[in-house]
């Protein structure tokens, strides 16, 4: 029987995360992400996402986990899962206001990172045309009930359903502003060195970034400090931009496509494990 770790060539998720559009994503997930003050604090103060000079390859390393946590088989996804729950036992965090320490991995800062995240992916899919139908965000948003728990959350209190996404986003509201942290983290995110070989990325990277910012929802634009715009007009010519882009990203080869090669190498077998008529056994 092949093993295609926690979710397979049938399931919504690798549809989704198998288009290369989902890179928008990327920087609609941080956006959102950077909005809860603890989970944004816990991450500057540990993270090398706020060194110039590594923030690039830290974003890399995220995008490899997020590859095999998704295409990975069950050895690799629970060897992944448990490096990456041992690194956050051991990181702590602080509150610049009060001076309170708080243990990274608590729940609920969790909870934050994975909604923040799933978010993302959702809505840009749902822009970009890949999602159509209800009932296929919700199966979405249920599957990714198992990718919260390789992080080390009980999947019974995930959202599973878009209903439940937006209302746990309504709850969060009023914990969520902007903090100096998340404005430098910008900063850095959207144009921060890359290797030369990858230099056309100074020039994507931005554009990525401003459309991530066109498509986040009014609640998070206006945190910003941008007009909370919730109105078809005015959202329109992002969702055109960004089904433009994902028709050039897919006209483009896939050994091509932006990422880095461990990214690069799930995804094609992923894509060529949905193309197949049988199963084919995994391989790393």
């Not at 969702?239 to 090669?261: D, F, K, Q, V």
């Amino acid at each position: 029987m092949a093993d295609f770790g926690l979710f397979g060539p049938d399931s919504v998720t690798w549809r989704v995360h198998t288009d290369p559009v989902l890179a928008v994503a990327g920087f609609y997930a941080l956006a959102v992400q950077s909005l809860q003050p603890p989970a944004m604090w816990g991450t500057y103060q540990n993270s090398s996402l706020f060194d110039r000079q590594q923030a690039f390859a830290r974003l890399m390393r995220t995008g490899d986990f997020v590859a095999v946590r998704t295409f990975g088989s069950t050895a690799e996804v629970d060897q992944i899962g448990r490096r990456v729950r041992k690194i956050h036992t051991r990181l702590r965090g602080h509150n610049p206001d009060t001076g309170e320490e708080f243990r990274v991995d608590e729940p609920e800062n969790l909870l934050w990172v994975h909604c923040g995240e799933i978010i993302a992916y959702l809505r840009v899919a749902q822009r970009a045309g890949i999602l159509v139908t209800d009932a296929e965000a919700d199966a979405y948003v249920d599957e990714q009930r198992r990718a919260a728990a390789v992080v080390g959350l009980d999947p019974a209190g995930v959202p599973g359903s878009v209903a439940e996404l937006d209302a746990y986003f309504q709850r969060m509201l009023p914990l969520l502003r902007l903090t100096e942290e998340a404005r430098a983290g910008f900063r850095i995110w959207a144009n921060a060195p890359v290797p030369l070989w990858l230099a056309p990325l100074k020039v994507v990277y931005p554009t990525l970034a401003a459309l991530a910012f066109a498509l986040l929802p009014g609640w998070a634009r206006g945190l910003y400090g941008l007009p909370p715009w919730e109105y078809p007009l005015l959202d329109a010519p992002a969702t055109a931009a960004l089904r433009a882009l994902r028709l050039a990203m897919l006209a483009t080869p896939e050994r091509l496509r932006a990422g880095s090669p461990i990214q690069r190498r799930y995804t094609n077998r992923a894509l060529r494990l949905m193309r197949a008529d049988r199963p084919v056994p995994a391989a790393a």
